[in-house]
Protein backbone atom coordinates (compact mmCIF):
# COMPACT_ATOMS: atom_id res chain seq x y z
CA UNK A 1 0.00 0.00 0.00
CA UNK A 2 1.19 3.45 -0.76
CA UNK A 3 1.49 6.30 1.66
CA UNK A 4 -1.16 8.92 2.18
CA UNK A 5 -0.57 12.52 1.21
CA UNK A 6 -1.26 14.75 4.60
CA UNK A 7 -3.28 17.37 3.33
CA UNK A 8 -1.09 20.29 3.80
CA UNK A 9 -3.38 23.28 4.74
CA UNK A 10 -5.05 20.42 7.84
CA UNK A 11 -1.33 19.97 9.01
CA UNK A 12 -0.32 23.75 9.79
CA UNK A 13 -3.93 23.63 11.84
CA UNK A 14 -4.54 20.60 13.64
CA UNK A 15 -2.15 18.84 15.98
CA UNK A 16 -2.78 15.84 18.02
CA UNK A 17 -2.23 15.56 21.66
CA UNK A 18 -0.85 13.03 23.44
CA UNK A 19 -4.12 10.83 24.15
CA UNK A 20 -5.32 10.86 20.24
CA UNK A 21 -7.41 14.08 20.82
CA UNK A 22 -7.02 16.59 18.11
CA UNK A 23 -6.20 20.23 18.64
CA UNK A 24 -7.24 23.16 16.60
CA UNK A 25 -7.54 27.34 17.36
CA UNK A 26 -10.13 29.17 17.28
CA UNK A 27 -11.62 31.48 14.51
CA UNK A 28 -12.32 35.36 14.66
CA UNK A 29 -8.85 36.13 16.08
CA UNK A 30 -7.59 38.04 13.55
CA UNK A 31 -9.21 41.58 12.42
CA UNK A 32 -12.35 43.65 13.23
CA UNK A 33 -11.00 42.89 16.88
CA UNK A 34 -12.57 46.76 18.15
CA UNK A 35 -16.01 45.63 18.76
CA UNK A 36 -15.31 42.30 20.33
CA UNK A 37 -14.72 42.33 24.05
CA UNK A 38 -11.74 41.95 26.02
CA UNK A 39 -13.49 38.17 27.55
CA UNK A 40 -14.10 37.22 24.02
CA UNK A 41 -10.60 38.07 22.79
CA UNK A 42 -9.34 36.59 25.60
CA UNK A 43 -11.03 33.44 25.43
CA UNK A 44 -10.26 33.20 21.50
CA UNK A 45 -6.73 33.06 22.46
CA UNK A 46 -6.66 29.46 23.97
CA UNK A 47 -7.59 26.37 21.93
CA UNK A 48 -9.96 23.97 21.80
CA UNK A 49 -10.60 19.90 21.17
CA UNK A 50 -11.80 19.11 18.00
CA UNK A 51 -15.64 17.88 18.18
CA UNK A 52 -16.00 14.40 17.86
CA UNK A 53 -18.23 14.52 14.66
CA UNK A 54 -15.44 15.98 12.71
CA UNK A 55 -12.55 14.06 14.27
CA UNK A 56 -12.88 11.04 11.75
CA UNK A 57 -12.52 13.45 8.97
CA UNK A 58 -9.71 15.02 10.06
CA UNK A 59 -7.68 12.35 11.08
CA UNK A 60 -7.54 11.50 7.59
CA UNK A 61 -6.59 14.68 6.55
CA UNK A 62 -3.59 14.21 9.04
CA UNK A 63 -2.86 10.23 9.29
CA UNK A 64 0.85 10.91 10.30
CA UNK A 65 0.94 13.44 12.16
Do not use: E, Q, W
Not at 42 to 65: E, W
Amino acid sequence: MPKIKTNRGAAKRFRKTGTGKIRRNKAFTSHILTKKTTKRKRDLRHGTIVDAADHKNISCLIPYK
